[in-house]
């Protein structure tokens, strides 16, 4: 487990700019409220599942709490980190561990930065 959450750790910068490309490409930061983010985030918690984490966010775009643009690339990043987790993790048990574990990190990050560039374009209006 010790190795694989430092597997993890040598990912993080790369998770960090996965995370802020989206926030900067969709300008998503001009189009929800921070709730709508931390929404995302708190239903990662509290799953196990990253196939229910992808129809919560098919949800959300269903109920246009958030662009589908930025749904459907956020989706697409989910999905692309069970690649990293392969990568990092041997038995499927592990990999999937591995995924979910990336998958909060990488929206977690990605809520940080949403906040951070929320605060910065709201303050120049």
């Not at 989206?22 to 983010?37: A, D």
């Not at 269903?62 to 989706?75: A, M, Q, S, T």
Request: glycine share 4%; no cysteine; proline share 1%.
């Amino acid at each position: 487990m010790i190795d694989l959450k430092h597997k993890i750790d040598e990912r993080l910068d790369e998770l960090i700019e996965m995370a802020k490309e989206l926030v900067e490409n969709t300008g998503i930061y001009e189009k929800v409220e921070e709730s709508q983010i931390r929404n995302i985030l708190n239903m990662a918690s509290a799953v196990d599942s990253v196939k229910v984490l992808e129809i919560f966010i098919q949800y959300q775009m269903g109920r246009r709490r958030i662009p589908k643009e930025f749904g459907d690339k956020l989706v697409e990043n989910v999905l692309d980190l069970e690649e990293w987790a392969k990568g990092i993790a041997d038995d499927e048990s592990q990999r999937r561990q591995a995924w979910l574990h990336l998958v909060r990190l990488y929206l977690g990050y990605l809520n940080m930065y949403f906040v951070y560039k929320r605060k910065i374009w709201r303050d120049k209006e």
